[in-house]
């Protein structure tokens, strides 16, 4: 092995080796259950996610959270995402 691409390797088992550290960190992390009577779902996933721009906005002034605690797990997720991409715009289409 050229002396050359010896800093490069070392650079790149460094990167990989972080990466491992955070994965490793992360998957130690739990979220306690909720205890709302009736925890946010797709729909309010999907409100806050269309809103999240004036949440951030909001949050910088107030103790206001951008993302419900507790919610309902997966299904809220998957409506913020929809809502935060939806209100962003990713269609993916290029403007010409």
């Not at 996933?45 to 002034?61: C, D, E, K, N, Y």
Request: with cysteine; charged share 10%.
């Amino acid at each position: 092995m050229e002396s050359s691409n010896l800093p490069r390797l070392r650079r790149v088992l460094a990167v990989l080796g972080l990466m491992f550290l955070a994965g490793a960190l992360a998957s130690c992390a739990t979220q306690p259950v909720p205890s709302a009577f009736d925890p946010p779902g797709f729909w309010m996933g999907l409100f806050h996610g269309l809103t999240m721009f004036f949440s951030l906005v909001a949050s910088i002034f107030t103790d206001y959270r951008i993302y419900a605690f507790p919610n309902s797990g997966g299904w809220y997720d998957f409506g913020y995402f929809i809502g935060a991409a939806g209100a962003f715009g990713s269609s993916g289409a290029a403007a010409r």
